[in-house]
């Protein structure tokens, strides 16, 4: 009991006498944070001239998601040159606060003053249209004149730029078959379905399946369930007089990612009240798990044939 108290005391005291020490302020409005502005719109329009006006002669660049030993940053001319390069490759190129964010300046008591920024990077590679879009945070140290850009540091999401770098080469991401056991599969839900047998057609399913159908509007998906309510309520309207395979289908199996099968059907439909005969085109691609069943479906038909 007397350990505890004096546990006790001593935590109280320590609270107590807990002291906070100011080492500066924090701002959202500061003349260093207009001069981060003004780099930023030189970088992101190519404006060397600006940036050069805006940084010192010994001025450094840290990217922080550098991982090599050996890297002691890039200078003044690294600067210009990424900012060239941006100019002369991409376009429609972007630095904007994310959501939001803003900019802090800290302004410490030494005199050192600090401007963070959290930013989105986007831009488009001009030979290939690839999209580069990755969040950028950055510290801003300026020199004594406070008027000036000594150091900058900032991270960038690697893998956003590790994709671009991969965008012109040919890269092998699986095999494509024309026969395979799961087209079978695939072939087997049609067979079901114009024999008008629904259970049987949804039997390769998991039973916990997204059903993406094109002609949703209040949803992104419907469950299996669903979509069997579906196409009994169809079946009851229409008679299925065939479903005609269009070309063949293909089964895409990724690497390490599971696959999917593509197909095109020409479905035939007799209305069981008039006798009216309707055509409807029908894309499928279905996505199997490593087990074999069908885990999500999605579908693209024009729904208004069937009005």
Do not use: C
């Amino acid at each position: 009991m007397k350990h505890t108290l004096l546990l006790l005391f001593t935590f109280v005291v320590t609270e107590l006498t807990a002291q906070k020490n100011l080492n500066g302020k924090i701002y959202d409005k500061h003349p260093t944070i207009e001069i981060v502005n003004k780099f930023t719109e030189a970088y992101v329009s190519g404006d060397v001239a600006t940036i050069e006006s805006l940084v010192t002669d010994d001025f450094i660049m840290y990217n922080t998601m550098n991982n090599n030993p050996n890297y002691k940053g890039g200078d003044v001319s690294n600067l210009i040159g990424q900012t060239n390069f941006i100019k002369n490759n991409m376009v429609g190129v972007t630095l904007k606060d994310r959501v939001a964010a803003y900019s802090d300046a800290l302004e410490f008591k030494n005199g050192a003053i600090y401007v963070y920024t959290y930013q989105m990077f986007t831009a488009y590679d001009k030979s290939n249209g690839f999209k580069i879009k990755t969040p950028r945070n950055s510290t801003f140290i300026f020199d004594k004149t406070n008027k000036k850009i000594r150091r900058l540091l900032w991270a960038d999401n690697t893998a956003a730029w590790d994709k671009w770098r991969l965008s012109n080469q040919t890269i092998k991401n699986g095999t494509i078959y024309k026969d395979h056991p799961l087209i079978v599969k695939v072939r087997k839900v049609y067979y079901n379905l114009v024999n008008e047998n629904v259970e049987e057609t949804f039997k390769d399913f998991n039973p916990n399946a997204r059903i993406y159908d094109s002609n949703l509007t209040d949803k992104k998906y419907i469950s299996l369930e669903e979509q069997k309510e579906n196409v009994a309520n169809v079946l009851k309207t229409f008679e299925m007089i065939s479903i005609d395979e269009v070309g063949y289908p293909d089964y895409l199996d990724y690497e390490g990612n599971g696959g999917v099968a593509l197909s095109w059907w020409e479905f035939t439909l007799k209305n069981r009240k008039t006798g009216d005969i309707k055509k409807l085109s029908v894309h499928s691609q279905m996505w199997f798990n490593e087990k074999g069943m069908i885990g999500r479906e999605d579908v693209y038909y024009n729904a208004n044939l069937l009005q």
